[in-house]
């Protein structure tokens, strides 16, 4: 189709449309959330293959410390958190799917992400089944921290102030992410 064609439909369709096409609305309703779940793997790139979250991966300290270099270690095993706003992927935008920098587990979908002006690359959902919880009290008052279902590698903390309509955030460490992006170009 001819450049000019194309701009001629965009103008053409009403605003709301022709931005589905190039970035997804965020969701508003409790079943379009269930419907990002349900089909995240429409973002995965073709023929990636990821692990699931029943196949644990366990390894001692010493082979963590091969496998995650630097700051990715002192986060994921030690519950380290990274500096606000020095991850890269605060500005990832593109379609694609956030692993597991320890394990490959598939977390989080760029539909789930969301700018929360935090410094930290931030999710008002996840992927079913991609995170176990605990409390902690590092800093004095209760906060729910959440880790990696199949390898336990911390990724942040769950806050009550999210967009509509789950309010969740996902507050996470980039070094404990890997992006995929959906075209699979790195
Ligand atoms: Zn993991």
Known sequence: MKRRTLLKLFSLAPFGAAATHVHAAPPKTMKEIEGLQQNWKTLLAAGTEVPAPGEKLELSKDE??????????SVLRQ??????????LNEEKRPGVFVCAGCG????????????GTGWPSFFTTIPGAFATKTDY?????????HCARCGGHHGHLFD?????????????????KFIPQNGKA
């Not at 963590?64 to 270690?73: D, E, N, P």
């Not at 519950?79 to 020095?86: A, F, H, Q, S």
Request: proline share 10%; charged share 30%; aromatic share 12%.
């Open 79 to 88: 519950e380290d958190t990274e500096r606000p706003g020095t991850s890269p």
């Open 64 to 73: 963590w410390k091969k496998r995650l270099q630097g700051k990715a270690y």
């Open 105 to 116: 587990l598939p977390l989080f979908t760029s539909a789930m992400k969301y700018e929360s």
């Open 138 to 146: 590092k800093i004095i008052y209760p906060r729910t921290e959440y």
């Open 161 to 177: 102030d999210g967009p509509a309509p789950t309010g969740k955030r996902y507050c996470n460490n980039g070094v404990a992410l």
